[in-house]
């Protein structure tokens, strides 16, 4: 429920909001979806993410955000067993842009809440859900849009090695030049 009113408090906000920005529309919502690697691996191979990501400019160059992503990864237990671990965030975000036209590459950060699960899916009948933890965590992204394509790589980093690199594609709705 926190979430869902940290949203439309932000919505809010950036709808009725007066933008600085002159060349583009203040307000727009990237959709991604992309692979998740690990950071360490430990028999854990990459996942998929998928990641809605609203945004306001402040000016031309600057965008505040809010990431919503979620990450599943897999790897192997013992025997054939297989274990999927699902991340959720929820992050502040600022992307500065470093050129205008219609190759526009930025650099960002974020930080915000890391919801973590896990559930064993094993070869019988132990499926095991282990209680889900929420951390703090942060991450640094760099990337690059043309034209409404969004291409961009970050690394989240949480406290307990449980980070990992997220590459994605998608496109955007709105934040198109005026």
């Known amino acids: ?21 002159e060349a583009y529309k203040s307000f727009k919502v990237d959709i991604s979806l992309g692979y998740a690697i690990p950071a360490e691996s430990n028999g854990t191979k990459g996942g998929v993410s998928f990641t809605i990501h609203p945004h306001y400019r402040v000016s031309d160059d600057l965008a505040l955000g809010l990431r919503l992503e979620g990450a599943a990864l897999s790897y192997n237990t013992s025997g054939s067993d297989t274990k999927i671990s699902v991340l959720a965030s929820y992050a502040a975000t600022g992307e500065f842009y470093l050129a205008d036209g219609g190759i526009r590459p930025f650099i960002g950060a974020g930080a915000g809440l890391f919801t973590r699960a896990s559930i064993d ?27 409404h394509l ?29």
Do not use: H, W
Request: proline share 4%.
């Open 150 to 178: 969004r291409l961009n790589a970050d690394y989240n980093i949480l406290p307990d090695k449980g980070g990992y690199f997220a590459f994605k594609i998608g496109f955007f709705l709105g934040g198109g030049k005026k």
């Open 1 to 21: 429920m926190k979430k869902l009113l940290l949203f439309s408090a932000f919505l809010a906000f950036a709808l009725t909001a007066k933008s600085q920005s």
């Open 121 to 147: 899916v094993g070869s019988g009948s132990s499926t095991v859900t282990v209680p889900s933890a929420t951390k703090f965590g942060f991450f640094p992204t760099v990337g690059i849009e043309a034209g």
